[in-house]
């Protein structure tokens, strides 16, 4: 394969890399720091996550699903699942789940470091009732903390109703906000709520100028894959920031440069210039065999042009920003508007669209064991899928933090026949062209 | 033309309660839905079916339609297509319903309500639109937020936007009259449904767990006033009856809130030594035990309120601080259940992740307990014979001890 400057097989890393490295460090140290400095935590989720009023009111958010999928990338969540099943969990539920509460009884943090007990757990379950017994477990091992639901009714109409906006509205300023107030002691200034969500919009522009990048040819990202990095601050604790500005800046201008360049992305192979193929992904990424099964794809020259779960903290991409004019609102739509909290019919024509638009050749389904939120259905959107595009998609199961559930062999054996498939397809439908052509 | 099914006595002699229970049977584990084909010949109206944990069924009765509560196949149905929709690590109850659906039995419901009970369920309303497109479908999202003015508010405007739409279907949209009068229906059965309960509590060996469960169950599929005809009957049947007490340990059935058990599974935990006192089972009639009508609350704010205040805390409602582990707790003591029977489905997330929070209140009030998963289909009672049986020896063993 095409791949350049692989020093090897050691990656080089883009500058845009290391600072989100610097970044996510220096955040985890003010995290165990808490105890120390005084600066209250709330624990939350990534869909529906409410950073910027956290950030105006200076508190530190930590989102469980993240504490996971860093133990599995770190090699640790086997034995912390381990941890949770012996306490009683059922082999049967989702590992993000039992892999938190394993680290939790382990006294062991996502980097090693244990995390400060939260002050709130802010319980916003846009698109997942697993995240209501989530935070139910952890208010049981958390007793003192306070805890805010916010309830986000589901798109299941694929349209957000008057009454669906005014009900989230009035839990954010009934409910959350209050008990931030309570636990903070401070009031909401919603001049620096304003101010966090121009920054946040800044971000979100560049950050969707990344991701539409992928429509370019050779795609100078992997939307999937790389993408998991590029959300990483956007879906976190860095929306608002000087430094997530800074950072999704920085990423832009180096995708940019590489799409002027006629270069790919960095895989763990190296980098992709040359693409054999394009494919849309829907489902989360397996995390504890992440950089094998990129490897799967790099060798075979594909590349992942657009994916959904870098949507799962927010549809950017079909034009929603935070809004400084009208913030509460804007919160609102945010929440309603997270991929998980689509409905399998709004989903299923998402990803036909950036087949579509994006011009893939295939489309593949990533199943994970884990996550009921995604997975149930996904077996239909796959064959309406195929009807809708007239592609072909191809259908994978693992897990996402329990290294039980991938297998190596069989996923990699089921990928060599998918991309012969489209190659082949592709290749006919090339020679029909031919025959065509005088 | 569809098959009637009676529900009552052909002859003038009193029927005995296990003559009840097996006319129930036929009713409500009959997966071509002939009692509903046969009241919609009969009547000319039209059905609406509703997925566990609950359904309005006050609205739909008032909008002059028949409720059905569709709790999957269980160990009826042969699963075909069902598995080309799911993956082997979901839980049965979509599987076979979509089977059903896909095999022509649920075509006799002209429109299907699908509560937020949990992400799969959520997921199947987009499947049923996906798949179902000329048919109503309407997703249920109870409020989590408990508060009158928000989560209650929000919750009667979407009961109300319900009833609005099925009046559209049936040509009938139910004002506050109209309700008021069916949620009196309700509660009379509610009402009955509860003197049942106190029957089991008394003297569980009059009502045994089977038979309970079919009666139950048959309200699923029948007319609420039929109903309460039967469940009357089915009391002083069973009060009347000649059954002497046997020394079973009494246990509370509590997780199988969704996905319910084969029959054969309860009939077992009976055989095997335990009366079963209280249980979660077939929820989706009865997740509201109490009376719903409230003095001075209009029919709609009563209904909205119900679902929020005296719901049953399943598995599928978010109540921190531990509330549910003391629910069970107390309802132990006011039954004087000897232990509890946790039986959740496989592969059941709420259930399955209650399960950790229910056995530690257990443990800290001293009840024993026990645990299994189950898949509407099990097959093999054998496990679970053996361990009810172990069960409630040890639980007997204790009790005389003390
Ligand atoms: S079920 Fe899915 S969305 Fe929900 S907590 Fe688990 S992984 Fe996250
Ligand atoms: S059995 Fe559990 S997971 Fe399955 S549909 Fe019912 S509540 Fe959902």
């Known amino acids: 394969m095409s791949t350049r400057d692989t ?141 805010a639901m916010l309830h986000v009714p589901y798109q299941a109409d694929g349209v957000v109703t008057p009454e669906m906006r005014q009900y989230v509205l009035a839990q954010l300023r009934e409910e959350v906000v209050p008990k931030l107030e309570r636990i903070t002691g401070k009031k909401l200034d919603e001049d620096r709520l304003r101010e966090l969500m ?30 998991v990095f590029y959300i990483a601050p956007l879906f976190s604790a860095f929306r608002g920031t000087d430094d997530g500005v800074a950072y999704y800046r920085l990423l832009r201008e180096e995708v940019e440069q590489r799409a002027a360049e006629g270069r790919g992305p960095i895989t763990p192979l190296g980098q992709l210039d040359d693409q054999r193929i394009r494919l849309v992904v829907e489902g989360p990424p397996c995390w504890t065999s992440f950089r094998e099964l990129w490897s799967m794809f790099a060798a075979e020259k594909a590349v992942v042009v657009a994916s ?77 899928l195929e009807k809708k595009t007239g592609v072909p998609g191809g259908f994978l199961e693992s897990d996402l933090v329990d290294p039980r559930y991938f297998s190596g062999a069989n996923v990699k054996n089921r990928l060599e026949s998918y991309f012969q498939m489209l190659l082949a397809r592709r290749g006919a439908a090339a020679e029909r062209a031919a025959e065509v052509t005088p | 033309m569809a098959t009637p099914v009676s529900t009552q006595s052909t002859s003038s002699a009193p029927r005995r309660p296990e003559e009840i229970a097996k006319a129930c049977e036929a009713i409500a584990f009959d997966v071509s839905f002939a009692p509903v084909r046969a009241w919609k010949e009969r009547t000319g109206r039209k059905a609406i079916g509703f997925l566990p944990i609950y359904g309005p069924r006050e609205i739909v009765t008032a909008a002059g339609m028949l409720p059905v509560a569709v709790m999957g196949g269980g160990d009826r149905v042969e699963i075909v297509r069902g598995d080309a929709y799911f993956q082997s690590y979901l839980c049965q109850l979509p599987r076979s319903t979509i089977e059903l659906a896909l095999g022509g039995q649920l075509d006799v419901l002209d429109g299907m309500l699908f509560p937020a009970t949990c992400d799969v369920l959520r997921n199947l309303s987009g499947m049923w639109r996906m798949s179902f497109p000329d048919k109503l479908v309407r997703y249920l999202d109870f409020p989590h937020d408990h508060r009158p003015l928000v989560g209650m508010r929000f919750w009667e405007n979407d009961l109300r936007a319900l009833a609005h739409d099925l009046g559209a279907l049936s040509g009938i949209v139910p004002d506050e009259t109209a309700l008021a009068r069916s949620i009196a229906l309700y509660d009379e059965n509610r009402a009955l449904l509860a003197s049942l309960d106190a029957l089991r509590v008394e003297a569980p060996h009059r009502a045994p767990i089977a038979e309970v469960y079919a009666l139950v169950r048959a309200g699923a599929v029948l007319p609420v006033e039929e109903h309460s005809v039967l469940v009357r009957e089915y009391i002083a049947a069973a009060k009347a009856a000649d059954r002497a007490p046997r020394d079973h340990a009494r246990v509370l059935v509590v997780g199988a809130f969704c996905e319910q058990p084969p029959i054969g599974l309860l009939v077992t935990l009976e055989r095997a030594g335990c009366y079963v006192v209280g249980d979660d089972l077939c929820l989706a009639t009865r997740l509201v035990g109490e009376q719903v009508a409230t003095e001075g609350v209009p029919p709609f704010a009563s209904l909205a309120r119900a679902w929020v205040e005296k719901a049953r805390p399943t598995a599928s409602r978010y109540l921190p601080n531990e509330e549910k582990g003391r629910w069970l707790v107390d309802r132990c003591r006011a039954l004087r259940a000897d232990g509890v029977v946790l039986a959740a489905p496989s592969f059941c997330d709420p259930a399955l992740l209650e399960q950790p929070m229910l056995q530690t209140a257990l443990d800290r009030a001293g009840i024993p307990h026990t645990c299994f998963k189950y898949a509407e289909n099990t097959a093999q009672l054998q496990p679970i014979y053996e361990q009810a049986g172990t069960f409630s020896d040890s639980i007997r063993l204790f009790t005389e001890a003390a």
């Open chain 1, 198 to 227: 121009e920054k946040s919009a800044l971000a979100e522009d560049d950050f969707v100028a990344v991701l539409e990048a992928g429509k370019k040819k050779p795609s100078p990202i992997d939307g999937y894959f790389g993408a």
């Open chain 1, 7 to 147: 020093e090897g097989g050691h990656v080089p890393k883009e500058p845009s890399m290391i600072k989100q490295k610097e970044l996510l460090s220096a955040y985890y140290d003010r995290l165990v720091a808490a105890p120390q400095t005084g600066q209250k935590v709330v624990y939350t989720f990534v869909p529906g996550n409410l950073t910027e009023l956290l950030l105006a009111f200076d508190v530190l958010p930590v989102l469980p699903e993240i504490n996971a999928l860093q133990s599995a990338m770190r090699g640790r969540s086997g034995d912390f699942i381990a941890e949770a099943e012996r306490a009683g969990h059922s082999e049967d539920v989702c590992s993000y789940v039992k892999c938190d509460l394993g680290m939790l009884r382990a006294k062991s943090g996502p980097t090693g470091k244990p995390l400060p007990p939260p002050d709130l757990l802010l319980l916003s379950y846009t698109g997942c009732f697993t995240f209501m017994k989530w935070f139910e477990l952890l208010k049981q091992e958390f007793p003192k903390a306070e805890v």
């Open chain 1, 308 to 384: 959904t779960y870098c949507k799962v903290g927010g549809l950017y991409d079909t034009g929603f920003r935070h809004d400084p004019r009208r913030p509460f609102d804007s919160l609102a739509d945010y929440c309603l508007g997270c991929y998980t909290n689509l409905s399998l019919p709004s989903r299923t024509d998402l990803v036909a669209r950036y087949v579509r638009e994006y011009q893939a050749d295939g489309f593949l389904v990533h199943s994970v064991k884990s996550c009921n939120s995604f997975s149930a259905g996904q077996l239909l959107m796959l064959r309406s």
